[in-house]
C-alpha cells in the first residue's frame, strides 16, 4: 500500500484539485467579476457609455481625498419625488458618486478633485436624465422637465448639470411645477 493510500482513505468522487489550479480559477473568477463591474459602472440602463469626462469610479472604501456633497431634489406634478438612499452602494464596492439616505444628498467622493455631473449620478442610478426624459417619465406635447441649481433656472440639459460642492438641484417634471425650493445643508455637511 502506498503513503497517500494509508493517509487517506479511497473516497469514489474525491478529486482534489492542485493549488495552482485554485489560485489560477480564482484569478480568472476575479478578472471576470471586475470586467462585469466595469461594464456595470460604465453603462447605466439604456444610456450610452460614460465618457472619460464622467466615468464613475467604485471602490472597496470611501474615497476621502476628495469629497464634497451636493442636494437633489425632484417633483412629478407638483409633488416630490424621493430619491433613495444607498445609489452606487454595493456589496463589494462604493461609487464615487453616492447616497447613504433618502434625503436627497449626493456624496461625490473621488480620489481627486473633480466635477462630476447629475448626468453620470443617474447612470450610477440606472435611471434617464436627458432634456426630455426623467426616470421613467417622457416630457412631450405638454409636459417638460425644468431644471434649477442654486434656485435659478437652468437652461442646458440637466445631466450636464454639474455637482459642484454644496449644489441645490431641483429636476421638475411637469405641470404643475413647484417654486424650487432651497435646501439647506446640515453643519459638516
Known amino acids: 500500500m502506498s503513503r497517500r493510500q494509508r493517509r487517506r482513505p479511497d473516497r469514489r468522487g474525491d478529486r482534489r484539485r492542485p493549488r495552482w489550479w485554485l489560485v489560477a ?9 471586475l470586467a462585469l463591474g466595469v461594464a456595470f459602472w460604465g453603462r447605466g440602463a439604456g444610456s450610452e457609455a460614460l465618457t472619460a469626462d464622467d ?41 464615487w458618486l453616492h447616497t447613504h439616505d433618502p434625503d436627497g444628498i449626493i456624496h461625490v467622493e473621488a480620489p481627486g478633485p473633480h466635477t462630476y455631473t447629475l448626468g453620470a449620478f443617474f447612470r ?5 436624465l436627458d432634456a426630455t426624459h426623467l ?23 440637466p445631466d450636464t448639470i454639474p455637482l459642484h460642492p454644496h449644489a441645490d438641484i431641483v429636476l421638475e417634471y411637469g405641470p404643475p411645477f413647484v417654486d424650487p425650493p432651497a435646501y439647506r445643508f446640515p453643519p459638516g455637511v
Open 25 to 33: 480559477t480564482g484569478g480568472i473568477a476575479t478578472a471576470a467579476v
Open 55 to 95: 466615468a464613475v469610479g467604485c471602490s472597496t472604501m470611501e474615497q476621502l481625498a476628495y469629497h464634497v456633497h451636493a442636494h437633489l431634489a425632484i417633483f412629478v406634478e407638483g409633488a416630490p419625488s424621493r430619491v433613495p438612499g444607498n445609489i452606487g452602494i454595493r456589496r463589494d464596492c462604493i461609487a
Open 124 to 128: 450610477v442610478w440606472g435611471q434617464p
Open 135 to 157: 426616470l421613467d417619465l417622457t416630457a412631450g406635447g405638454d409636459q417638460k422637465i425644468v431644471a434649477y441649481v442654486d434656485g435659478q433656472p437652468f437652461a442646458g440639459d
